[in-house]
């Protein structure tokens, strides 16, 4: 694939990573793949925005290479330094010693243990400014989103802004720009990496985003690291991400289980007509069967959330531990939760689940369903009264 151009002296000369199905280890499961996203500008000292994943640095060094010869680029930025993004940094100074590393103070820390701490670096803070020539970038520090070294460069002429992290998602195409995507796939994939990357520091962005305009910073692109360009609709990006961070939620239950013989697989199904009885939306599945990353979006991004399990030595099964460890760590704001579930000689399993849900935050609004061995009809048709019961709930929280 060739470089593609974004403006006037701006390339795109990243990487697509067709292949790549899990990121942050294991948690986060990615079907349609990502790209890295590196940019190059031309100017009287060439500056290269970001690397890729080093496995992929001959690729970004063969696009470079159709545009400008490598050993010439004067200034690489590091708007992060996760490896995806700083990967082919050593490869980049291994034929180019002489460029200078600019990057805000926690990413000479961060890159100068991950690689090297004898490059030369430039350490930037907010309202800082490096003219290239005919341009001028800015770099605006936004520790936290999403690490403590994280930071935005603007370019002022070009009003191209560069937010690493921020507005990605991860979607593998020949197609740079998101005008150019499926619209219902590229804010399903924003939903994601919103939902399992960005959630937990949503306080954070509304304040990042006010921030911008006073410092001059009025994009026309936006160009994240993962995923699509933005050259249209950047209202709507920035306002999916104004009511993703206030705690938007749809009215919609999301119902998950794990069970041993299959009565707590029932009851599940049972439940979940109950909630689709009284008009609320309902998503069901079996935790296993299902990726984590998108059971987290699909709870996040839900007013409701019931939990069961069948217990096992007086607790619930192991399967249910990660998702509720992920929970803990969201937080999810204004969600009513529930439990149930199946046993045998002896309870525990809903107990664990409802203390786990109140440590994530979420408001316990109903004392869990259970049932003994497998469930009888009569128990079935609690369990539907328990989701229609649950709707209610729903449909009455704020």
Known sequence: MEPVKIAENVYWVGAIDWEVREF????YHIPRGTTYNAYLILDEKPTLIDTVRDSFAGEM???IGKIID?????????NHTEPDHSGSLPAMLNINPKAKVICSGKGKEGLSKYYSDKWDFQVVKTGDTLNLGKRNLKFIEAPMLHWPDSMFTYAVEDQILFPNDAFGEHLASSQRFADEIDPAILEEELKKYYANILYP?????????????PLGVTPKIIAPSHGAIWRKDLDKLIQFYLKWSGGWAEEKVVVLYETIWDSTKKMAKAIAEGVASAGVPVFVSKISETPLSDLIKEIVFSKGFILGSSTVN???????VPLLEELKGLKPRARVG???GSYGWAGGATKAIEEQLTLSGMQIVMPAQTVRFAPSESELAACFEF??????????SS
């Open 201 to 213: 520091l949503s306080r954070l962005i509304p304040k990042k985003i006010e921030e911008l305009a």
């Open 61 to 63: 060094l063969e696009r």
């Open 338 to 340: 529930a439990a149930f």
């Open 70 to 78: 490598p050993k010439d680029i004067h200034y690489i930025i590091s």
């Open 24 to 27: 942050h280890g294991s948690t």
């Open 387 to 396: 989701g229609k019961q649950f709707a209610g709930k729903v449909k009455g």
């Open 314 to 320: 007086n607790d619930l099964l192991a399967g249910v």
